[in-house]
């Protein structure tokens, strides 16, 4: 059964955990996360690009995820991940995902409202979760962002947007950026305490990727309870195709399943320690429970 996004979201904030949302980039990567979920029964949400939803086509995810989690008992949340483009969402929506991040960070503020108060009733209708951003978390990601901070609100009006749309879980900007860090961020988990003290929903991290146990653990006391992860699983899988190649040219011995081998069990190991970190392992029997 598919798992509901801001479900399991709630149950992490209601048990001072951060659900991991990591984004794969195909079957093997997907595979590999799901793996490391059950190895921790941990809860996951599994996130696709736009990039990739254009690339390999939304009929074929939603089929590969569906194969990848079937029989599983640790619950699996499908989301599309930053999405200004309305006829993706339509996708999606039709394909019966979880929910989808609805980015109208390019949008002045009142075309943001709007557009997202229609995106939430699209996709309500059609028993999907909505993420909301309105604010740009810094970087540009598979095509989609920007390099520099378009719009800063309030958490008054952050929290205000959120009640007028229905959005069910907050993408606000917390000092993080998408991609690797070149410089140390100045993060800022009080951010979230302020927002959270005015709002249920629950609120998400993204930039994971390059961030300490310890920020993990100040951002999950303030009360972020879905954490982003996206540049680990790239660079995992890279590097790990990398050094199996020069092998490769070494001996002069090309096996392709041997290479998928490789780069799965570093696209795992790249992320059990994550969701130790956000808390998460242990978690999927009492969230399957409560959300049932
Ligand atoms: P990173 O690429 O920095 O891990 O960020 C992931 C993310 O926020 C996806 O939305």
């Known amino acids: 059964m598919i798992a509901s996004t801001a479900a399991l979201a709630r149950h992490g904030r209601e048990h001072g955990y951060a659900v991991p949302a990591v984004n794969v980039l195909d079957d093997l990567s997907l595979r590999a996360v799901v793996a490391a979920a059950v ?33 599983l008992t640790v619950p699996v949340a499908l989301h599309l991940d930053h999405c200004p483009d309305r006829s993706v969402i339509d996708e999606v929506v039709a394909a019966g995902w979880s929910s989808v991040l609805f980015d109208a960070s390019d949008r002045d503020l009142v075309t943001a409202e709007r557009e997202t108060a229609e995106v939430v009733a699209q996709a309500h209708a059609a028993g999907l979760d909505v993420e909301s951003e309105i604010e740009n978390i810094v970087g540009v990601e598979d095509g989609v962002g920007s390099d520099v901070a378009l719009h800063a609100y309030s958490v008054e009006q952050l929290a205000e947007v959120a009640d007028r749309t229905g ?25 979230v305490r302020e927002l959270a003290a005015l709002t249920d929903r629950p609120i998400v991290l993204h930039g994971g990727t390059g961030l300490s146990a310890d920020d993990f653990a100040a951002f999950i006391a ?71």
């Open 39 to 71: 190895h921790l029964q941990a809860p996951l949400i599994v996130q696709l690009s736009v990039k990739t939803v254009r690339s390999t086509g939304t009929e074929l995810l939603t089929s590969m995820f569906r194969y990848a989690t079937r029989d």
């Open 167 to 191: 959005a069910d879980l907050l993408a606000p900007q917390l000092g993080t950026a998408h991609g690797e860090y070149r410089a140390r961020p100045v993060l800022l988990p009080e951010r």
């Open 222 to 292: 303030a009360g972020v309870s879905k954490i982003n992860i996206s540049t680990a699983v790239k660079v995992a899988y890279m590097r790990a195709a990398a050094a199996h190649l020069d092998v490769a040219r070494e001996r002069d011995k090309w096996d392709p399943p041997s290479m998928f081998r490789d780069v799965a069990a570093a696209v795992e190991g790249a992320i059990v320690p994550l969701v130790e970190q956000f808390g998460a392992a242990g978690h999927a029997r009492g969230v399957a429970r409560a959300v049932r």
